[in-house]
């Protein structure tokens, strides 16, 4: 039950930490014409991810791509426009193959030297006009084109892109086709295989299937489904797919435009009547606005019908009949296109759009999509999750006194999610810079997890050393199965390191879950931590006094920024030598915040029923009330800059009786004028006396039994910045044998029995008294 608490408990963390990621980019491309009356500034950058620009042509001789010198401009400032309203915006230069009349296309295609120089001037012009990508547009298949060439044709330029990336150091450039819907013409069909394999997306022309210049009978030109003939998009993506072309190399072509037919008579059923020929312009070519202005002057209740059996808008007035793809058309294709898997959509005549209504209903639909999916595993994850916390309550209310343990971690839970609900910087936007580690990943790294590699063990668990295929070096810690600061203190760290930023914090990188591993992983410090160097007899003389006060001075940096600097006040509740890393210059930083609590800036000081924490860092209050507040980092610090400035640990037993803990010891010497018996003899330095006595009234004074008594990160800041200003006298530190009036004896067996201890110094080392 617990471990399956666990899961939930987590699997709820997770959806609150990273919400829908993107699964790959959905194309929301146009083709935009030079001529067309439209300004490339006056599209609208946030409905498109992409823009193409049309058209360039072969040239029938040289083979070579040539822009009209009228557009040449167009093309020139195409990119640096479109840039210039949305950098991310993806452009695309579109060369024209000629449709009916492709005999340039056609001699280019025959012989391989001139489809090398064709691809060349592609691949030079689009670098030129800085394009990302170029498009083939207006392949009609047929039989004056030899497929077989156009498959050279693809894979030689898929071929020439490449090596011209590997050259110039420059992404890829994209290589796309317009390829039209009806899947053979003229029982010719296009070389699919090729096409898959060498281009990145196709655009599918699903439109101008039946044209009132052509036919006799009355039909939409670019239905999604038909039940009467084959003439329709789905049968054309249907085809496609069972063949075997990926779905995600689709681009659904969008029509922004429709026809007026001339029908035989004034026919209330419209699709399919008999049919004279184009209405309203010469071809019957229609854009969206203007058929929106013809409908709207036919005055009021003149409205466009929206048949859902083809996805098509028809508007019909007397023997007239438009088909088009109005708001309800594009969503259902849009849609569509989601339900296939496509890559996304494909506008044709940016400029007929009106106010980018069309555009927009695209861009919204794809969006709803998105949520759809979601919808339906969030719902029955969120069920399944309340019931389980719901039976886990239940459950752990017949038996709390065994299993408070869990119940402070479902407390806590709730209490956070509670926090990032109500606080509206919730703590994700602290961790987009946060990576996922694989296991295999971790496992490689760390040589399995070898003892060799091993830094260290934490109350969490093993830390271990690992290096990244790509040579950086990592610290991995890893939740140990037994360890009683568990998933709680793991979601904690996450949340919190992941939203700080500072030189002396060690930086969280990332973390891991694959196969119910806990890990997270830090940035690696090669110098280990200060315990390591305070407490040895050798090593200790590798810190001097300057290398002492560097130290000193980046922990009340990191203090601070953690009290008075970040966006939350942060209590570590943890601090002590282990915790303070170096790195290759010695720098500290601060590390393992599983343990710290968030605290709202304007509490003065928080209630905990758990208390945590390692002996001889943990101030009074906090031992006898479970009372905390930043005071509680300011006496652990203070604890530290004794044992920064001493050596000694503050487990031991000092003075002429060996009576006295180091607070005591330090703070008699102190009353007594003979400080420089406290230091550490390896200090000895006589210019630093000054200072090193500062830095023990500093110390003394955040020791102090009440935390009200204690100063300020600020405060301390600025007393060991600044050596002349004048600083109160330290009153007697907490936990002395000589008891304030007001402390009884009683406390003493308080302390030893709540501290959980969670780390290295144990209980069993207290000082017997
Ligand atoms: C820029 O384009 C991207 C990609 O289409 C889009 O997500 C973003 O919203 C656009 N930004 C603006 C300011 O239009
Ligand atoms: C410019 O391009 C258009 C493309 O439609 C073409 O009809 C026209 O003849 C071209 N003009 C020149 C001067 O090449
Ligand atoms: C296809 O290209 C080959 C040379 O690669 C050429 O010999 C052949 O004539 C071409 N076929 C057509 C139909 O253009
Ligand atoms: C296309 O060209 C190839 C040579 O590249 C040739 O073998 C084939 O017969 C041609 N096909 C047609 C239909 O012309
Ligand atoms: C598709 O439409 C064309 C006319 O554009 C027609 O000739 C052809 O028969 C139609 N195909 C099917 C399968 O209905
Ligand atoms: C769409 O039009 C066809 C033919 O006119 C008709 O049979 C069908 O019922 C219409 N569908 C809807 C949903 O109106």
């Known amino acids: 039950m617990a471990s399956e608490g666990k899961i939930a408990c987590f699997f709820v963390f997770f959806l609150c930490l990273r919400p829908s990621s993107e699964e790959r980019t959905w194309v929301k491309s146009a083709y935009v014409y030079d001529g067309s009356d439209i300004r490339l500034s006056a599209i609208d950058s946030s409905l498109f991810s992409t823009l193409i620009c049309a058209f360039a042509y072969i040239d029938s001789s040289t083979h070579q791509l040539y822009v009209n010198s009228s557009t040449e401009y167009f093309f020139h400032t195409f990119t640096d426009s479109v840039k210039f309203e949305n950098s991310s915006i993806t452009t695309l230069l579109s060369v024209w193959a000629g449709r009916e009349d492709p005999s340039a296309f056609v001699s280019m295609l025959g012989e391989s030297s001139s489809r090398r120089s064709f691809i060349e001037s592609t691949i030079e012009k689009a670098r030129l006009y800085g394009f990302s990508g170029v498009d083939l547009c207006g392949v009609l298949p047929s039989r004056s084109i030899n497929m077989t060439n156009l498959s050279a044709l693809l894979r030689e330029w898929r071929d020439g892109v490449d090596a011209e990336s590997r050259k110039s150091g420059k992404p890829q450039l994209l290589l796309v086709m317009a390829v039209y819907c009806q899947p053979i013409f003229n029982s010719v069909s296009y070389p699919l295989d090729s096409i898959q394999r060498n281009l990145d997306w196709v655009h599918l022309i699903a439109y101008d299937y039946h ?101 098509v808008n028809l508007f019909r007035k007397g023997s007239v009949w438009i088909n088009f793809d109005d708001v309800e058309a594009i969503r259902a294709k849009v849609t569509y296109a989601k339900e296939k898997g496509l890559l996304g959509y494909n506008v044709f005549q940016i400029n007929n759009d009106k106010n980018w209504v069309l555009s927009r209903t695209a861009q919204e639909a794809s969006e709803d999509q998105q949520h759809r999916r979601w919808f339906w595993p969030v719902l029955l994850i969120s069920i399944a999750i309340v019931l389980l916390i719901f039976g886990l309550i239940c459950y752990l209310q017949r038996r709390t006194l065994k299993s408070k343990g869990i119940l402070g971690v479902m407390k ?94 060690v930086r969280l990188l990332g973390f891991c879950t694959d196969r119910e591993e806990l890990m997270l992983i830090y940035e690696y410090m090669p110098n280990k931590s200060l315990d390591l160097y305070l407490f040895d007899p050798i090593r200790k003389y590798l810190l001097d006094w300057v290398k002492c006060v560097h130290i000193i001075e980046g922990i009340t940096q990191g203090l601070l920024y953690l009290q008075e600097y970040s966006n939350f006040t942060i209590i570590h509740r943890d601090l002590k030598a282990s915790n303070v890393l170096l790195d290759d210059e010695m720098n500290p930083k601060i590390s393992d915040f599983g343990l710290a609590r968030i605290f709202r800036k304007d509490d003065i000081e928080a209630n905990t029923n758990r208390i945590v924490g390692t002996y001889g860092y943990v101030p009074p209050e906090y031992v006898r009330k479970g009372i905390y507040s930043t005071k509680y980092d300011i006496y652990s610090f203070g604890v530290l800059l ?128």
């Open 211 to 311: 044209l009132p210049t052509r036919e006799r009978f009355a039909l939409p030109h670019a239905a999604l489904f038909d039940p009467a003939s084959q003439n329709n998009t789905d049968f054309c993506i249907t085809w496609l797919l069972t063949r075997g072309f990926p779905a995600r190399k689709l681009v659904l072509g969008l029509p922004y435009h429709g026809y007026a037919w001339q029908l035989e008579d004034s026919s209330p059923d419209a699709i399919g009547h008999p049919a004279v020929g184009p209405a309203v312009t010469a071809d019957g070519s229609f854009g969206y606005s203007s058929i929106k202005l013809y409908i709207r002057d036919f005055g009021y209740g003149a409205t466009s019908v929206y048949n859902s059996t083809y996805a």
């Open 412 to 505: 806590g839970f709730s209490s956070r999610l509670k926090t990032m609900v109500c606080k509206g910087e919730s703590l994700e936007s602290g961790t987009p810079n946060l990576q996922t580690f694989g296991y295999v990943t971790l496992k490689a790294a760390t040589d399995d997890f070898s003892s060799e590699n091993k830094l260290g063990e934490g109350g969490f668990g093993p830390v271990y050393k690992g290096k990244l295929p790509k040579g950086q070096y990592i610290a991995v810690k890893r939740l140990s199965k037994t360890s009683n600061q568990g998933l709680e203190e793991f979601k904690n760290e996450v949340m919190l390191t992941a939203s700080l930023q500072h030189v002396n914090l």
């Open 642 to 769: 004794l044992q920064i400035i001493s050596g000694k640990k503050n487990s031991c037993c000092y003075g002429l009786n060996e009576n006295l803990n180091l607070l005591e010891y330090a703070y008699e010497l102190w009353k007594d004028d003979k400080c420089m018996q406290f230091m550490d003899p390896s200090l000895d330095d006589s210019s630093s006396s000054c200072k090193l006595m500062r830095c023990m009234q500093v110390a003394l004074l955040c020791v102090q039994a009440k935390p009200g008594d204690r100063p300020s990160m600020l405060e301390v800041s600025s007393m060991l910045k600044n050596e002349s200003s004048a600083v109160n006298s330290p009153k007697k530190p907490a936990f002395s044998i000589n008891k304030d009036e007001d402390e009884d004896e009683d406390d003493k067996c308080l302390i030893k029995e709540a501290i959980h201890s969670v780390n290295d110094a144990s209980i069993s080392e207290l000082c017997p008294r």
